[in-house]
Each structure stands twice: as C-alpha cells, then as structure tokens.
C-alpha cells in the first residue's frame, strides 16, 4: 500500500509540473499581457519598457519559467491589480477560499448523501415509479442551469417565503468571532451557536443549487454500476448459496459498485469550482469562484495565476485520494 501510494505522490509531481508550464504559456499569451493590465490607462512607452525588464519578461522563456517557479514555490504570486488592488494574491486567495470550501462540501455532502442511496433503490427497483421518477429528475438536474436554478432557489425561498437568506455569508451586523474564516466552523469553535446556525442557513440555497449536477451524475452512475453488479455471475452464486440478503448486498453489490462511484464522486469534487463561480455571484458569497470570474474580466494576471494553479493542484490532489480509496476498496488495483 504504501510503494501504491508513493507511486502515485511521484505521478502528482510530475503532472503539476506540467500543469504549471502550461499556466505559465497560457497567461503569457492572453491579450494585452501582464505589463499592459498592471499600467492599465498610465501605460507610456517608457514605464512598459521598464516593467518589462523590471519583471524579467525580457528574458528567454526558459528563464522566466525559472523565475516563475521560483516566486510560486515561495508563494510570491504578486499584488492583484483587478480585484482588490494592491493586495497580495496570495493573501486574496487565502481569505476568499473558506466560503468555496463551505460551500463545495456542503453541497457536495448533499449530493452524495442523496444520489447513492436514491441510486441504489433506483436500481433495486428497476422500472417502478421510483426508478422513474428518479431518472426524470436526474435528467432535470442535469439540465437546468446552475445559475437559473440559484435565481429559482433564491426567488422562492428567500424573497416570496422568506424562510432563508437572500445573500452573503453571514447576517450584516451579528458579533460573530472569527478564527479560522470558516464561518460555520467559527461559530462551533467559539460556542457561539446562533452564529454559526446563521451561517450555515446562508449555505444551504446555494448548497442546493451548486449540488444539483453531482446529484444527477452520481444518482446515474451508482444506478448503472448498481444494475451492472445485480447481473454478475459472483451475485448470483452468492444467492444460490443462501446466503443473508444483507450480506449480498453490502459484500457483494454496494462494495464493487462503488468504484466508479468513487471516481464520480472525485470528478464532481473538483467540478464544484466551476459551478461556484456562478453560484457565489448570485448569493454574494465572495468566495474563490467570484474573485475566478472578476480576475479574467480585469485582466488580473497574479490572482488568476494562483486561482489557475489552485484548482489544478485541488484537482490532482482529489484524484490522489481517489487512487486510495481505489486500493482499499479493491486491493488489486495496487498492483497495476
């Protein structure tokens, strides 16, 4: 287990390397440039020409990848120059990324918890009503916009019944002590119980409507791979032997099931960023995915580099714990 997963750190490696040089190309080559975006209207030949060689971008490529490298493994990124000027964006990352990290897990709990069990009994009882109805909403979840349902969400619950929070993370003027930047975590912490009941009222419609697509993909996968285990000869056998329906379907159907569930379930984790930058901005969560979606409309080239190369390293970092999970769930994949 251990060769397994030392294998794998070493393939990590190697993949955000490569990752890396790809952020690098790739915000070198976007319109107007680093130098162009810092200036902004006070750009004259001569200040471009002496940031230019200022921030080394004179030099061969190979050189500034070095130095890029070396500023990232000290967590230099810069100073962001769209959406807080002038603040570190490394700093910016780290204050803005409790309220996606909240809100990826919640949704994500919300997703699990609802489609592999629905899933399963989808599966058990192929073409009754539930199955039916299960995969209709499935196909709904999958095809209702992330951000028209946010606005649905948001319309009917908060504005027409008024039984949730219409935005933000926490209720304006509410004495709440912060810790960690977790605002739910916060409130537990510190005892402070309506705080943290406060914030976590304000997760739950953009939880809902972030958790919508991995519902419907998990739903789908765990009923097929479900279906898929039930027509095994292995199930079968099991049957014909008499042994417990509890065991069969614990031991034998939900165990070798779960594998592509389990793969799933890693793809939609680091989805999640993609769907929260839509979902942030219609509750004015200012969490990562907001500040995602205003560095490429201002061009900020230091926060987009460290958002970018955050997500690429969440990424591999969730296939990392997939490739464990694999191992223990079916030991023979630590041999290929």
């Not at 999958?142 to 948001?154: E, G, M, S, T, Y």
């Not at 560095?295 to 969440?314: E, G, K, P, S």
């Not at 999970?325 to 630590?334: G, M, N, Q, T």
């Amino acid at each position: 287990m251990l060769r397994f997963i030392v294998r794998r750190l070493l393939q990590m490696v190697g993949v955000v390397i490569v990752l890396s040089l790809l952020v690098f190309i790739w915000l070198r080559s976007l319109p107007g440039g680093t130098v162009s975006a810092m200036l902004g209207d006070r750009a004259t030949p001569e200040s471009t020409a002496r940031l230019t060689k200022q921030l080394g971008l004179d030099q061969p490529l190979w050189v500034q990848y070095g130095r890029f490298v070396k500023r990232v493994l000290s967590g230099d990124f810069g100073l962001s120059t769209g959406v807080l000027p002038g603040r570190d964006a490394l700093d910016l990352f780290l204050s803005r990324m409790p309220a996606t990290i909240e809100l990826s897990i919640l949704a994500l709990i919300i997703a699990v918890a609802a489609g592999i069990p629905l899933g399963y009994l989808a599966a058990r009882r192929r073409a009754s009503t539930l199955d039916n109805l299960s995969i209709v909403g499935s196909l709904v979840g999958v095809a209702v916009p992330v951000f028209f349902l946010a606005f649905v969400l948001k319309y009917i619950f908060a504005i027409q019944l008024g039984v949730l929070p219409v935005s933000g993370r926490q209720s304006t003027g509410l004495d709440a002590t912060r810790v960690t930047g977790f605002f739910v975590l916060d409130g537990i912490l510190t005892r402070e119980w309506d705080a943290s009941w406060d914030a976590f009222k304000h997760l739950i419609l953009p939880a809902l409507a972030l958790s919508s697509i991995p519902f419907a993909v998990i739903f789908r996968i765990t009923r097929a791979s479900v279906l898929e285990v039930m027509d095994e000869d292995y199930v079968r056998t099991a049957e014909s032997k008499g042994l417990a329906t509890s065991t069969i379907r614990s031991r034998h159907i939900l165990r070798n099931a779960l594998l592509p569930v389990i793969t799933t379930i890693g793809l939609q984790t680091g989805g999640l960023l993609v769907g929260a930058v839509l979902t942030e901005r219609v509750f004015s969560l200012g969490g990562v995915g907001d500040a995602l979606a205003t560095a490429f409309t201002l061009r900020d080239y230091a926060v987009l580099q460290v958002l970018i190369l955050a997500a690429a390293v969440t990424f591999v970092l969730v296939n990392l714990v997939v490739d464990i999970l694999y191992a223990v769930i079916d030991p023979r994949v630590r041999t290929r």
